[in-house]
């Protein structure tokens, strides 16, 4: 299975770490690390960019999902696919392992405004609409 069904419109159906989207059907949040320099990827990626080293020197590895809250918008015009979920909140998280993403925030107050900045917040892979594969961040 590849990145077919991840996020409510998929452009990149295949890459090299389209078993991301498997981990995440299973619950597992998953990145990737270099066992040579120790560098770590959330989203994966396949080679390291920080010292070259190829696809053999980089493995999966498990993310606990805790990370901190960078920043947050709330989205009134979407993108494709998100027509429908206007007005919703989207943040940027670091993750604790290191890493970072950008995902829908599921708890939103009623008033954006009592969002924190580096507040603590939690990431967990979700299957929305039809089928559909996201990850959401929850704050804690
Ligand atoms: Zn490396």
């Known amino acids: 299975m590849g990145f077919d069904e991840f ?47 190829p696809e053999s020197e980089v493995e999966w590895m498990d993310f606990s999902g805790k990370g901190t809250l960078l920043t947050y918008t709330t989205i009134h015009a979407a993108p494709t696919g998100f027509e429908n979920k206007v007005p919703y909140t989207i943040g940027v998280v670091d993750l604790a392992e290191g890493g970072r993403l950008l995902a829908m925030i599921e708890n939103t107050p009623d008033n954006e405004d009592d969002i924190e900045l580096n507040a603590e917040v939690e990431v967990e892979p979700k299957m929305v609409d039809d089928n559909r594969l996201i990850y959401v961040v929850k704050l804690i």
């Not at 890459?15 to 560098?39: I, M, N, P, Q």
Request: proline share 9%; glycine share 8%; net charge positive.
């Open 7 to 53: 996020g409510l419109i998929s452009f990149v159906p295949f890459t090299k770490v389209s078993d991301f989207v498997d981990y995440l059907r299973d619950g597992k949040l998953k990145g990737t690390h270099c066992k040579k320099c120790g560098a770590v990827y959330f989203p994966p990626r396949p080679e390291c960019v920080k010292c070259w080293a």
